[in-house]
């Protein structure tokens, strides 16, 4: 039969409260509120609990004076992996082009050779993910990715539809808020705003030059893809990472320098983890720190040579967190950057370097026990100060542990 050139967008419905929902079915039809890795903090929400006026990024003692029969549960990254990948199957049987775009969206080409209309297939698919995996999701097909995402988030919950009559298009951008367009934040919307550009649609009439001059090429991808030229790439392998960063909230805002290394160090572990899975080995390491007063300091260090080794990274952190901490100030984040990857073969052994042997060996020990005995089962004696956050299984896996996506 044929169809049309198109690019579809899945996205589940409240995944985590759906993930939770799979497990717990006492859990269906209730107000549901998934916590951050604290408890403090609502990260998702069911539509019962929005429905009572709770919002993503409410504190917890907020949220149950506005919904006190919620239930309230830490989130559990490790499982809604699960049920990501078994989502990511699924769309596969659809499709040989998949982008893993985030945990719970995926972008995919849809066969032009396919037996079903894109209307058919937007259902088809909607109904297996929750046949298979149970989790209700969301599908938008359309001429291009922006379209398609588009699509999907007007289309929620649980909705399936195809569109790429230019006349349709043309009625969806004209109900769509520039801002509600990937890519447009605030700042962009204000400086189109300047030029009377308030919707989609706008933006899609707009003259192509203009917004190039507004927005640079970033904005004119989007304003080719609004108008239907399918520009932005789909990736079904992510590319190289420029840079891995492993940190964020360190547990309670501090000043103790004890509990800031302890996190800072715990952050490297995790790191050197990424920079080993992904075979990079780093060029330069930065030291991140967000005090609680809103300032940033941010430490870099040159590293003499492309490493992944614990002992030289460790250094480079000590020296950051010099650099980046003002001193006695609290901290309430700490994140550690490392860029100017290279691949390990292309790495020359700095002249200075301490010996490798007993580095590497160590290194290799440690992997060993911690892939029999469990992810953190060897660590860092310094790591003993945020001890608490090691017994804590919401603390073992998170969001960013999930490989392979393409939003970070
Ligand atoms: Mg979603």
Same mark, same amino acid.
């Given at each position: 039969m044929g169809v049309p050139a198109a690019v579809g967008h899945l996205d589940a419905d409240c995944f985590y409260i759906s993930a939770e929902r799979v497990r717990n079915?006492?859990?269906?039809?209730k107000p549901v509120g998934v916590l951050g890795n604290q408890g403090a903090f609502v990260i998702a929400k069911s539509y019962e609990m929005k429905a009572a006026g709770v919002k993503t990024g409410d504190p917890i003692w907020e949220a149950i004076v506005k919904c006190p029969h919620g239930v309230y549960l830490k989130r559990d990254f490790r499982w809604y992996e699960v049920l990501s990948r078994l989502m990511l199957d699924v769309v596969r049987e659809f499709s040989p082009e998949v982008e893993y775009y985030s945990i719970d969206e995926f972008f995919f080409r849809v066969p032009s050779d396919s037996e079903r209309s894109l209307q058919e297939t937007a259902e088809v698919m909607r109904h297996r993910i929750l046949q298979q995996v149970r989790v209700p999701v969301t599908v938008g097909i359309a001429r291009s990715k922006t379209l398609a995402k588009l699509i999907s988030d007007q289309a929620k919950p649980f909705g399936a539809l195809a569109l790429v009559d230019p006349e349709a298009e043309r009625a969806l951008l004209d109900r769509t808020?520039?801002?509600? =367009?990937?890519? =447009?934040g605030e700042r962009r919307a204000k400086r189109l705003a300047e030029y009377k550009v308030f919707t989609a649609l706008d933006l899609a009439l707009a003259n192509r030059k203009l917004i190039r001059s507004l927005l640079t090429a970033v904005g004119e991808a989007l304003w080719f893809e609004l108008n239907g030229d399918p520009v932005l790439p789909l990736y079904s392998q992510r590319p190289p990472h420029k840079m891995l960063s492993r940190g964020g909230a360190i547990g309670k805002p501090s000043a103790d320098f004890n509990y800031i290394w302890g996190w800072l160090v715990r952050s490297l572990e995790r790191l050197i983890e990424e920079l080993e899975y992904h075979r990079v080995c780093a060029g330069r390491l930065e030291t991140w720190v967000m005090h609680y007063d809103g300032q940033v300091g941010v430490g870099k260090v040159e590293l003499n040579g492309p490493t992944d080794r614990f002992d030289l990274l460790l250094e480079a952190a000590r020296l950051g967190l010099r650099r980046a901490w003002l001193p006695r100030r609290t901290v309430a984040r700490l994140n550690l950057v490392a860029t100017h990857l290279q691949w390990p073969g292309s790495v020359q052994r700095g002249l200075f370097d301490p010996p490798a042997e007993r580095a590497e060996t160590l290194a290799r020990l440690k992997r060993e026990v911690n892939d029999r005995c469990g992810r953190f089962a060897l660590r860092s004696g310094a790591t003993l100060f945020v001890n608490e956050f090691y017994k804590d299984e919401a603390y073992s896996y998170e969001v960013c542990d999930v490989r392979g996506k393409i939003c970070f």
């Open positions: 079915t006492f859990l269906l039809g808020a520039v801002q509600e =367009i990937c890519g =447009i």
